[in-house]
Structure formats: structure tokens, C-alpha cells
């Protein structure tokens, strides 16, 4: 994974459960529990289709889910298919999540860098996250949000 440059390249992640969008998967988990574990308890959610959009959630003491994770190992390509796939995960973390509106942020862990092209993208889809849960009842907004390393991590936040 290391490159020559001592970036990490994450489209060379080693297959875990049969496959590398199950091991970035948990490395995302991993690394988002880590970083938002003072917000709450790390749940991690698997099973394709079962997951409730999210691949894991930082929950309050009565396991309502505060922030989510969703990631998305798009190695090769991040065309309209892909960014179908990213809006219905969205959409179902969401709907799974409106009866207590707890959940006020997204994490979208993506193994890329955006081009400025996908970046604009990626501002417009925040934009149509956010007027979908207001249509739902969220009393919060979807934001885009920079972390420490913007090109392989990228935030929707739900937030008041």
C-alpha cells in the first residue's frame, strides 16, 4: 500500500473477507471510530443491503445513531453509476434513521482523490442530501466539511 512518495495508496488495499471493499470497508470503520469515539459508542453495521445505508454509526447511550459512516471503495471509476449507488446509500441512511432524527453527520470515506469535476459533483449531491432531509422531517442540514486529509476523506454532515 505504502507508494514510493510515503503516500498510502488505498486502491492497493489487501483483500479481507474476500474481497478489498470489505477490507477499505473496515478500514474506514476503524479509522472513523477512532476518530469520532468521544462523540459516542462505534457501532459497526455489515451485510450487503443490511446495513442501513451505513457501514458503521457513533451512537448515544440509548444506541441512537449520532454519526455514520458510509464508504465506498470506487478503485476504477466515479461515474454516474457510482454516484446512483452514493445517493441511495444516502437516501437509506436517512429514511433508516428518520424516526428519532438523530443523526446529524455522514462520513463518505472514498479511495480517490476528487477531480475538481467530481468535487463540484460532490458539492451538488450535499446540496440535494440536504433538501432530501429536510423533506423528511431533519431539522439539520447536509454540509460538505473538510478533514485533516480532504483528497481521501470527504464529509456530509448533517448539522445545526
Excluded at 488505498?10 to 474506514?28: T, Y
Excluded at 466515479?78 to 428519532?100: C, K, M, P, Y
Aim: proline content about 3%; hydrophobic content about 35%.
Amino acid at each position: 500500500m505504502p507508494t514510493s512518495n510515503g503516500t498510502v495508496d488505498l486502491k492497493a488495499i489487501l483483500p479481507r473477507g474476500g474481497d478489498q471493499e470489505g477490507a477499505f470497508e473496515e478500514l474506514s470503520f476503524l479509522l472513523f471510530a477512532r476518530e469520532y469515539r468521544t462523540q459516542g459508542v462505534p457501532m459497526r453495521r455489515q451485510g450487503a443491503g443490511g446495513d442501513g445505508g451505513l457501514e458503521g454509526t457513533i451512537a448515544d447511550a440509548e444506541g441512537k445513531a449520532l454519526v455514520g459512516l458510509q464508504a465506498k471503495f470506487f478503485d476504477d471509476k466515479f461515474d454516474s453509476t457510482q454516484w446512483r449507488g452514493l445517493d441511495q446509500s444516502i437516501h437509506t441512511a436517512l429514511e433508516d434513521n428518520v424516526g428519532d432524527f438523530g443523526l446529524r453527520e455522514i462520513v463518505v470515506t472514498l479511495p480517490r482523490t476528487l477531480t475538481q469535476r467530481q468535487a463540484e459533483k460532490w458539492t451538488s449531491r450535499c446540496a440535494n442530501w440536504t433538501a432530501e432531509s429536510k423533506r423528511m422531517g431533519y431539522a439539520h442540514d447536509i454540509t460538505r466539511t473538510p478533514h485533516r486529509d480532504r483528497s481521501r476523506r470527504k464529509a456530509a454532515h448533517i448539522s445545526s
